[in-house]
């Protein structure tokens, strides 16, 4: 069975940074665009960040666009979401998620979900 375990989440204070990761296990990793999404309380999960098989392609939603990086380690089917100027709008549960082809389209159904990391931003 497919798992995405995601990991690196915690408290950090408003213009701080982390570094979520996303490993993958029985899963042809380097066959699959791989995404991030968050869900913060009481709203629906939203589209973050996706990234094709190979990592040379990448599309973000606007208010991450030059705060969030998407890449990828094939090599140790890991995907990986750097975060820097934290904003208190960006605590959320985050999830990541694999699906076959690449899509920016922020409604593409994805195939495999994770179990969600929690970010909580202080302000």
């Known amino acids: 069975q497919v798992q995405l375990v995601e990991s690196g989440g915690g408290l950090v204070q408003a213009g701080g940074s982390l570094r979520l990761s996303c490993a993958a296990s029985?899963?042809?990793?380097?066959?699959?665009?791989m995404g991030w999404f968050r869900q913060a309380p009481g709203k629906e999960r939203d589209f973050i960040a996706t990234i094709n098989w190979s990592g040379s392609i990448t599309d973000y939603v606007d208010s991450v666009k030059g705060r969030f990086t998407i890449s990828r380690d094939n090599a140790k089917n890991t995907v990986y979401l750097q975060m820097n100027s934290l904003k208190p709008e960006d605590t959320a549960v985050y999830y990541c998620?694999?699906?076959?082809?690449?899509?920016?389209?922020?409604?593409?159904?994805?195939?495999?979900w994770g179990q969600g990391t929690q970010v909580t931003v202080s302000s």
């Open positions: 029985r899963l042809s990793f380097n066959r699959y665009a």
């Open positions: 998620a694999a699906r076959n082809y690449y899509s920016n389209s922020p409604t593409v159904r994805y195939d495999y």
